[in-house]
């Protein structure tokens, strides 16, 4: 008998959705940051769709402080919508406590959860509580609606050949505290579209090694990285920018021929923020490949 083991996380969900009725013309299905779906194609905008969880000692500790866990629930999504070009709008919050759960730390997770809407945007619209047995894990779970326009979507699979690889910011180190402290790159990514628009993009949240394999596989491309060019946290080595997962930072292709001037004009609008050039796609027969990074059904993180 196969188990969720043996198969893997990618592997169940193109199992699992091929089950289900589904959009027959879907701006984006199953397989994105986010779901786009294209309710009136006479709108400028399309609607983005997006849930996610964390569980208690897989996504954060029990000793992790709530608001910390309140802050990293929501930034999550608002990174996969900062993926797609878009802005969020609409956030449902599902709680599974244990009953023996202090009231306190219920209420500093929505003070998290708080913090994130204010500084990102966005608003609670609702949510659903349930318990869970004494001594289960805590499960929070975020739904969430967004827009983007629809010249500024970007997909992980449209990127082409002899495209650019490039990611902001700096990787690996995400278990020494930045995966719950992360500031989503809303703003980076609204000047991105705007200025310079990637072919293809997504977020970093399972680590390099695990993602972009993923987007190349979705733009029917391989890749090759320099590994001597990744941008490493201070103290992270050049495996663990690649396996480490949770950077939240934006991977993304773009066409080689406007990197000069886009490499010239970040600095002068993201000073703090670096952006890098690691590598290219190239074409799908071609290129490396890599291992690790973080796959929930894994005996381990490798």
């Known amino acids: 008998m196969k188990t969720l083991r043996d198969i893997g996380e990618d592997a169940l969900i193109d199992r699992l ?29 399309l609607q983005l769709l997006k849930t996610d969880a964390l569980v208690e000692s897989v996504h954060f500790l029990p000793s992790t ?38 009231v306190a730390w219920a209420e500093d997770l929505y003070r998290g959860i708080g913090d994130c809407l204010k500084a990102c ?28 326009r629809r ?18 910011g700096r990787l690996g180190g995400s278990l020494d505290g ?9 703003e980076q990514v609204r000047w991105l579209v705007a200025n310079y628009k990637p072919t293809a993009m997504m977020d970093l949240s399972d680590g390099l090694a695990k993602d972009l394999p993923r987007m190349a596989k979705a733009s029917n491309c391989g890749f090759i990285i320099d590994e ?32 000069p001037g886009l490499l010239a004009a970040w600095p002068a609008s993201f000073p703090e923020l670096a952006l890098t050039r690691i590598g290219e796609l190239v074409c799908a027969d071609e290129g490396m490949s890599l291992a690790g990074g973080w796959d929930h059904f894994a005996v381990e993180r490798q």
Not at 121 to 144: D, H, K, N, R, Y
Not at 178 to 186: A, E, S, V
Request: hydrophobic letters at 45%; charged letters at 20%; a negative charge.
């Open 228 to 259: 001597a060019a990744l941008p490493l946290n201070p103290g992270s080595t050049p495996a663990q920018a690649l396996r480490d997962g949770e950077d939240f930072e934006m991977l993304f292709a773009i066409d080689a021929a406007r990197v």
């Open 17 to 45: 959705t091929a089950l289900v009725p589904r959009d027959q013309n879907p701006a984006a299905g199953p397989g994105d940051d986010c779901a786009v779906v294209d309710r009136d194609p006479q709108s400028p905008t």
């Open 65 to 102: 402080p709530a608001r910390a866990v309140g802050w990293k629930a929501v930034a999550r999504v608002i990174s996969d919508f900062a993926a797609m070009g878009g802005h969020p709008e609409y956030f449902l919050v599902t709680l599974a406590l244990a009953p023996e759960t202090a």
């Open 178 to 186: 930045k995966h719950l402290d992360f500031t989503p790159r809303l």
């Open 121 to 148: 945007g966005g608003l609670l619209a609702g949510g659903e509580t349930s318990s869970v047995p004494t001594g289960s894990a805590a499960v929070i779970s975020i739904a969430a609606t967004g827009t983007v």
């Open 151 to 168: 010249e500024q979507l970007v997909l992980r699979s449209t990127g082409k050949p002899g495209d650019t690889l490039m990611v902001t």
